[in-house]
């Protein structure tokens, strides 16, 4: 079992930058791919970033892309979310996922295709 937490949300004014984090326990992500998606309130989860288990390969969200980061740290279990030049739009409730194998954005963008989740954190972002 891999457990996650999210951390790193809040308020912030339009154009700010927030770095969210997921660090897991329980057990090594070194070897699973992470994603993190987001729920705006009343809409479906949505996609915004994936990133192989070495870092090597990432996909993005096209409407984040420029402006948001994924990354990891295997060392320390954790994975990360820069976002900067944020909008209103990216107001949601953020979460991360591990699943293990890497493959197509078509796949890794997909809900059903993580095993593992957080419980989220609240990114608000004022205009």
């Known amino acids: 079992q891999v457990q996650l937490v999210e951390s790193g949300g809040g308020l912030v004014q339009a154009g700010g930058s927030l770095r969210l984090s997921c660090a897991a326990s329980g057990r090594t992500i070194t070897y699973y791919t992470m994603g993190w998606f987001r729920q705006a309130l009343g809409k479906e989860r949505e996609f915004v970033a994936a990133?192989?288990?070495?870092?090597?390969?990432?996909y993005y969200k096209d409407s984040v892309k420029g402006r948001f980061t994924i990354s990891r740290d295997n060392a320390k279990n954790t994975v990360y979310l820069q976002m900067n030049s944020l909008k209103p739009e990216d107001t949601a409730v953020y979460y991360c996922?591990?699943?293990?194998?890497?493959?197509?954005?078509?796949?890794?963008?997909?809900?059903?295709?993580?095993?593992?989740w957080g419980q989220g954190t609240q990114v608000t972002v004022s205009s």
């Open positions: 990133i192989s288990w070495s870092g090597d390969s990432t």
């Open positions: 996922a591990a699943r293990g194998a890497w493959g197509a954005l078509s796949v890794l963008s997909s809900t059903r295709e993580y095993t593992y």
